[in-house]
């Protein structure tokens, strides 16, 4: 499991396209980049997964460039409802994942 | 989405009382994990399973033990609950063939010691 590092905190107003950027500069060649969201008292929630260049879903977008050694996810026109901590993972097929502290996105009306 | 199931969501408890936390996932996920959160800090996995019959102890050292008889159900147990247990308990679980990376996770629950 590679180590990331991902800012602490983040604030965006309601509307604005919100870009956590992760590093992971040992990143092996099977690793998946993988983010999750996580609400207070809630559990983590699987946002999405990309191994390189660009995915988007219903959620969210992640870009991976080409060297792989960071990753951006992109929220487009973040709500409210958005405030939550943004957890980044770089690794393939272990067990032992390592959550972080994660990002911790707030929105301001 | 994965439908995982974790009962009860909130328990006081006295302390050297015996415990048991369920959690049940419905979708045939053969890997299966519980992760101990204090609120606003990290998580961290406490036990894994990679199937019936297989349990392992993850990198945070805990005093509960975990069984698998059954793919869908992966119950954790206190046999004696004390002050230090106090805790948010999080069940996740991850598809057939999926990486683990991918894990989804329960509702979690909220676990006081008096």
């Known amino acids: 499991l590679a180590k990331t590092t991902q800012p602490i905190s983040m604030d965006s107003y309601e509307g604005q396209e919100v870009n956590i950027t992760c590093s992971h500069n040992?990143?092996?060649?099977?690793?998946?980049i993988t983010w999750y969201q996580q609400f207070p008292s809630q559990g983590p929630r699987f946002i999405i997964q990309g191994y390189k260049t660009k995915v988007t879903n219903e959620v969210a977008s992640l870009f991976i460039p080409a060297d792989r050694k960071s990753s951006t996810l992109s929220l487009p026109r973040v709500s409210l409802s958005d405030t939550a901590v943004y957890y980044c993972l770089a690794g393939a097929g272990s067990y032992q994942l390592t959550f972080g502290k994660g990002t911790k996105l707030s929105v301001i009306p | 989405e994965a439908d995982i199931y974790q009962t009860p969501r909130y328990l006081v408890i006295g302390t050297g009382k015996k415990i048991t936390l369920e959690c049940s996932q419905t979708m045939g996920h053969d890997k299966m994990y519980w992760y101990q959160q204090d609120p606003g800090m990290e998580l961290h996995l406490i036990h894994y399973?990679?199937?019936?019959?297989?349990?392992e102890k993850g990198d945070l050292s805990s005093e509960s033990t975990v069984s698998r008889i059954r793919t869908e159900h992966f119950p954790l147990t206190l046999e004696s609950a004390r002050p230090s247990h106090t805790s948010q308990y999080l069940c996740a679980s991850t598809p057939r063939g999926g990486l683990q990376e991918t894990q989804y996770f329960g509702p979690g629950t909220r676990l006081l010691v008096l």
């Open positions: 040992n990143i092996a060649t099977n690793d998946y």
């Open positions: 399973s990679y199937g019936v019959n297989s349990t």
